[in-house]
Nanobody, 124 residues
Framework: QVQLVESGGGLVQAGGSLRLSCAAS????????MGWFRQAPGKEREFVAA????????DYVDSVKGRFTISRDHAKNIVYLQMNSLKPEDTAVYYC?????????????????WGQGTQVTVSS
């Protein structure tokens, strides 16, 4: 059974940085696409970034391009989301997701494994 565990969230001032980690287990992740989503209070869950584990193709929502970077560590089975130049509007619970696929996916309904989420709060 695939399990995803996020960590690295916290409180940071605007302009600061955080690195989120998603530790994955229970699958052959070279055949997976991994995604990061976020959900702010009162809003729908939003796609942030995705990476195809094999090959490393990436995709980002426009609002984070140039500020966030998704990457993966093959040896540790960890997916990272490096977040720089954080803004108050980045405040949300961030979720890691996985799907057996070699295509970049943006829809939350397309992922079938989810972590529990980690809170990111950016103060102004």
């Amino acid at each position: 059974q695939v399990q995803l565990v996020e960590s690295g969230g916290g409180l940071v001032q605007a302009g600061g940085s955080l690195r989120l980690s998603c530790a994955a287990s229970g699958g052959t992740f070279s055949r997976y696409v991994m995604g990061w989503f976020r959900q702010a209070p009162g809003k729908e869950r939003e796609f942030v970034a995705a990476i195809v584990w094999s090959g490393g193709s990436t995709d980002y929502v426009d609002s984070v391009k140039g500020r966030f970077t998704i990457s993966r560590d093959h040896a540790k089975n960890i997916v990272y989301l490096q977040m720089n130049s954080l803004k108050p509007e980045d405040t949300a619970v961030y979720y890691c997701a996985a799907r057996y696929s070699r295509s970049l996916l943006r829809g939350s309904h397309e992922y079938n494994y989810w972590g529990q989420g980690t809170q990111v709060t950016v103060s102004s």
